[in-house]
């Protein structure tokens, strides 16, 4: 593997999974002049996807969308498994040199920016095969990611010490852990539960997802029909852009159609789950206390969910949980849940900079205090960008067009003579809203670490792509709020 023993860069991007990948590319491509690394605190590339090891795991978007635009999806699946969007991330890597960029086991533990030096000055936790163990760059962009990787979040469940079998969050899934003919509890209802159970199904004994709440759930093909027919008839990168846009439309008009219509929506999405389970279903199971997208909707690929239900293989219970037995779960209804395994699929621990402290000019910087500048940069934060995709839509699509505006205004800055681009947020133009309009349970645990969007456009974060395509990839980055020095 090669890498640089050197510790200056223009550009340093944290993070080698996708957003980092798709970083390190446009800055090679647009900025050629600039040097850059890519810091990854763990051994390996993929980010998520190298992660999570548990059964199943697939993407909940589709990959003309959740792929990168320079590089097209070649896989029949548009929902694919996790393998091989891991896969799929290293050739993209590789095929771009980036792969030679990255320097493993480079966690870093404090970003320190300094006005007299114009620099980021980064440290690097304590590991035996990091090389260096402070680096300085002129401009900062973090894609680590908005999860903490070392621990998802675990409820405390009352009683769960007497339990004589085994417990294990999705995130912390080793291939050692045996499910086949045992019973196997999954505590969750969201992405992650949802893939789970038709998939530990196939080797259970019985499989039963509790949750305390239900959530939209909608099947879609795991083959594009319509993609693959372009692919048929047009050149790659046409087909491939076709594609990518009659998926982004259709989620948009979807997404619109939730906000203006929910109640309909509802009855759309009740009605196909009706065609998939029968009449006779019990959709207690199905019917969520809010409206469709206010918490983001589960995909599942060929109705494998559906299928696995009345095959009788596995089962729902939408109940509470009274505490934890010897033998299982007891149920606020009464109801006893046996298992051999537990698994709590019960959602992510948001961690915005990938668990780094930050610095300005020797003051520790507050996250939640500042304000999401068209959702990339952040107030008051000197040559400092953040890759965060939508709730609403594929993470790519986002960070993608995020890389862009990080290009643009860094070749502003080289065209103008500047060294420094610091976002300013006028609190007498504009009032302070939290960043997402989003109420799950991982995004409202973190509202004291997540910064503010403002009431208005370029603090507004639209969570909408065409929106985004104009904001970032055609207006000047010549602006009011950005302060150049």
């Given at each position: 593997m090669e890498t640089s023993d050197k510790n200056y860069y223009d550009v340093i991007i944290v993070g080698a999974g996708l957003s980092g990948i798709g970083a390190a590319y446009h800055i090679q491509t647009d900025c050629p002049n600039k040097t850059f690394?890519?810091?990854?605190?763990?051994?390996?590339?993929?980010?998520?996807?190298?992660?999570?090891?548990?059964?199943?795991?697939?993407?909940?978007?589709?990959?003309?969308?959740?792929?990168?635009?320079?590089?097209?999806?070649?896989?029949?699946?548009?929902?694919?498994?996790?393998?091989?969007?891991?896969q799929y991330i290293?050739?993209?890597?590789?095929?771009?040199?980036?792969?030679?960029?990255?320097?493993?086991?480079?966690?870093?533990?404090?970003?320190?920016?300094?006005?007299?030096?114009?620099?980021?000055?980064?440290?690097?936790?304590?590991?035996?095969?990091?090389?260096?163990k402070e680096l300085k760059c002129k401009f900062l962009m973090m894609c680590s990611g908005y999860y903490d990787y070392e621990n998802g979040y675990s409820p405390d469940f009352a009683g769960s010490e007497s339990f004589q079998g085994k417990i294990v969050h999705p995130q912390k899934w080793t291939s050692d852990i045996d499910y086949e003919n045992k019973k196997v509890v999954i505590i969750g209802s969201g992405a992650t539960a949802v893939t789970l159970v038709p998939e530990m199904a196939k080797k259970a004994a019985k499989v039963t997802m509790l949750q305390r709440s239900p959530t939209y759930i909608v099947s879609m093909p795991s083959k594009d029909k319509i993609a693959n027919f372009f692919r048929k008839v047009l050149a790659e990168q046409t087909a491939y852009e076709l594609a990518r846009w009659k998926n982004i439309l259709m989620g948009i008009a979807f997404y619109g159609a939730t906000r203006k219509w929910p109640n309909t929506v509802k009855w759309l999405i009740q009605k196909g789950i009706k065609k998939e389970m029968g009449k006779d279903y019990n959709m207690k199971n199905f019917d969520p206390p809010y409206n469709p997208w206010d918490q983001r909707l589960c995909l599942v690929p060929?109705?494998?969910?559906?299928?696995?239900?009345?095959?009788?293989?596995?089962?729902?219970?939408?109940?509470?949980?009274?505490?934890?037995?010897?033998?299982?779960?007891?149920?606020?209804?009464?109801?006893?849940?046996?298992?051999?395994l537990i698994v709590t699929a019960t959602g992510l621990k948001l961690q915005l900079l990938g668990g780094m402290t930050m610095h300005i000019n020797g003051l520790l910087g507050d996250?939640?205090?500042?304000?999401?500048?068209?959702?990339?940069?952040?107030?008051?934060?000197?040559?400092?960008?953040?890759?965060?995709?939508?709730?609403?839509?594929?993470w790519t699509l986002k960070c993608d067009l995020s890389c862009q505006f990080v290009s643009k205004v860094l070749n502003y800055m080289d065209a103008h003579h500047y060294t420094t681009c610091t976002p300013r947020f006028d609190k007498n133009k504009f009032q302070s809203e939290p960043?997402?309009?989003?109420?799950?349970?991982?995004?409202?645990?973190?509202?004291?670490?997540?910064?503010?969007?403002?009431?208005?456009?370029?603090?507004?974060?639209?969570?909408?792509?065409?929106?985004?395509?104009?904001?970032?990839?055609?207006?000047?980055?010549?602006?009011e709020y950005l302060e150049y020095k």
């Open positions: 690394t890519v810091l990854e605190g763990r051994e390996t590339m993929g980010g998520t996807w190298d992660l999570f090891q548990y059964p199943g795991i697939r993407s909940d978007s589709d990959m003309f969308t959740l792929g990168f635009p320079f590089n097209p999806w070649k896989d029949p699946k548009a929902i694919a498994d996790g393998p091989s969007i891991l290293k050739d993209t890597a590789a095929k771009f040199g980036i792969d030679k960029k990255i320097q493993y086991n480079h966690k870093v533990a404090d970003a320190l920016w300094s006005d007299a030096e114009k620099m980021w000055t980064l440290k690097i936790a304590p590991h035996a095969n990091a090389k260096q060929d109705s494998d969910l559906f299928k696995t239900l009345k095959e009788g293989k596995a089962e729902i219970v939408t109940d509470q949980i009274e505490r934890f037995t010897p033998k299982g779960i007891l149920l606020k209804s009464g109801k006893e849940l046996e298992a051999d996250t939640s205090k500042t304000h999401a500048y068209r959702g990339v940069m952040v107030s008051d934060v000197p040559n400092f960008a953040i890759a965060i995709g939508y709730t609403n839509a594929s960043l997402l309009d989003f109420n799950a349970g991982y995004v409202l645990r973190a509202a004291d670490v997540l910064p503010k969007q403002g009431s208005a456009h370029p603090w507004k974060v639209y969570q909408n792509y065409v929106r985004d395509l104009v904001s970032l990839k055609m207006e000047s980055v010549a602006d």
